[in-house]
């Protein structure tokens, strides 16, 4: 049986006595499950959830209200080793575009890890050999793979923004596929994106262990190279994302299980935080299992895990300005 969500509460203190008084409700439920090898997501045009399956190398629509599954597009090339495949979707205007990653050399002599877009349902056109300019192209910081491990993919100024959690960089890729590098760093493996305007927010999980002293969310933008920190102090940091009112949140999906590097975190040690004006982050909802993505459709928040799942959690924020602490 899989544990409740728990949610924060606030403690008040009037004339020595203290008032438990809780925060506003939060229902969650599961609205999926069954996704095999989910990682990415996207809130489409029409509106739906939109959710990579990297093991068969799919994308699905997903109703929000209802939660059937159909099938958007398939034939992707499939993870190979457990991890990679579709790791990510994005839409630019009505046009699906997927980031295929840990399909090419070393693990596979033909498969191309790089930016897809999807023609149709069983179509799709190699927009970007992503995996051949990274190695082409090699970092400053050490790295084992040329090729990379993309994760993220995020819509911005008429191309789209790649995070590379190996090669420790952001790439920026346009929709005719050229490929510049948008932002370099040392080791610390960037993970999920948001934009607002001009500015880029970014999860770093941190270099192994991925301690939560290094789960760090960032703001950048095309205009200057200063990376300014927003917020730390959570553990493996996989996603950004605005909610309502653009209040910021990240997901973490918690405590790393040290198995190997690129493994994934402990069982339901992870957690969505709100991210405050001070640089602290606050847990909105947790223990999560194995989050990898969030989407915010109004006040609601979809988590995708990589159990194939999907959770709703509602009345996230208080509008206008969010969740007071």
Do not use: C
């Amino acid at each position: 049986m899989k544990p409740l969500l728990k949610y924060k509460r606030k403690l008040f203190v009037l004339s020595s006595t203290m008032f438990l008084l809780m925060a506003p409700l939060l229902v969650n439920a599961q609205l999926v499950t069954g996704l095999q090898g989910a990682s990415g997501s996207t809130v489409g045009p029409d509106g739906a959830l939109y959710v990579t399956e990297g093991a068969v190398g799919r994308v699905s629509r997903v109703d929000p209200m209802t939660g059937d599954v159909t099938t958007f597009a398939e034939g992707l090339p499939p993870s190979l080793i457990g991890i990679g495949g579709a790791t990510d979707v994005e839409f630019i205007d009505d046009t699906a575009y997927v980031l295929v990653t840990m399909v090419g050399f070393p693990f596979s002599f033909t498969g191309i890890d790089g930016l897809y877009r999807i023609d149709g349902p069983n179509s799709y056109t190699i927009i970007a050999d992503i995996g051949a300019w990274s190695s082409a192209n090699p970092p400053a910081t050490p790295f084992d793979l040329p090729n990379g491990v993309h994760y993220a993919l995020e819509k911005y100024r008429g191309g789209l923004l790649v995070t590379d959690g190996h090669l420790n960089r952001v790439l920026w890729v346009s929709e005719y596929g050229d490929i510049d590098e948008f932002m370099a760093f040392d080791n610390i493996v960037p993970t999920g994106l948001e934009v607002h305007g001009n500015s880029v927010y970014m999860g770093q999980a941190g270099a192994s262990p991925h301690l939560p002293e290094d789960g760090i969310v960032v703001k950048f933008d095309a205009k200057s190279p200063v990376v300014t920190e927003v917020a730390s102090g959570a553990p493996l940091i996989v996603d950004v994302e605005f909610g309502l009112g653009r209040t910021l949140y990240a997901l973490a999906q918690g405590e790393w299980d040290g198995a190997f590097p690129g493994a994934p975190s402990l069982p339901f040690s992870g957690s969505l935080l709100e991210v405050n004006a001070d640089g602290t982050m606050t847990e909105v909802a947790g223990p999560l299992n194995l989050p990898t993505s969030v989407e915010f459709i109004g006040n609601t928040a979809f988590i995708v895990t990589l159990t194939g799942e999907i959770w709703v959690i509602e009345d996230v924020s208080s509008p206008p300005f969010g969740r007071k602490h």
